[in-house]
């Protein structure tokens, strides 16, 4: 069964200004809206949140997500997971795009939690997410397992 996630894009100004504005804004229903702009690269504005900073962060949430529901299913306790995570923008053979994200989080584990089985869940995780699966740039992984 497919699942559908409608959002607006809405922008205004004129193009006629080399400068003109990148600032837009997405909305969806009963959700905040978002400040969206390009990189400061591209003339953007770097307060606000980019296509490569969306594209990083959504791998980046659906691979946390699916992780900590398959630790949930195997009984694997995660008590914390904070993740640092990088989007790599680069131009191979003339066309630029994300060739790679990184994912590199701290998973915080109580005493005692096999640890190779915390890492085992992180990368099967990968073959689930919903973003994986949907994007053909590289995801690096590399966790890091922390007891507390």
Known sequence: MAHRYPLTLSW????HDATYSRNATVTTAGKQPLAVSSAPEYAGDAGRWNP?????????????L??????AKAKVEIVGYEDHAEAVLDTI???TRITQVHLRPT???PRGT???????????AHKYCFVSNSVTCEVVMEPRVVEV
């Open 114 to 124: 096999g640890m190779a089985k915390v890492v085992e869940l992180f990368e099967k």
């Open 93 to 95: 053979d003339k066309v």
């Open 12 to 15: 205004t100004g004129s193009t």
């Open 66 to 71: 699916t992780f900590l529901a398959l630790c």
């Open 52 to 64: 490569e900073d969306l594209l990083g962060s959504a791998l980046a949430t659906c691979h946390m």
């Open 107 to 109: 998973l915080r584990v």
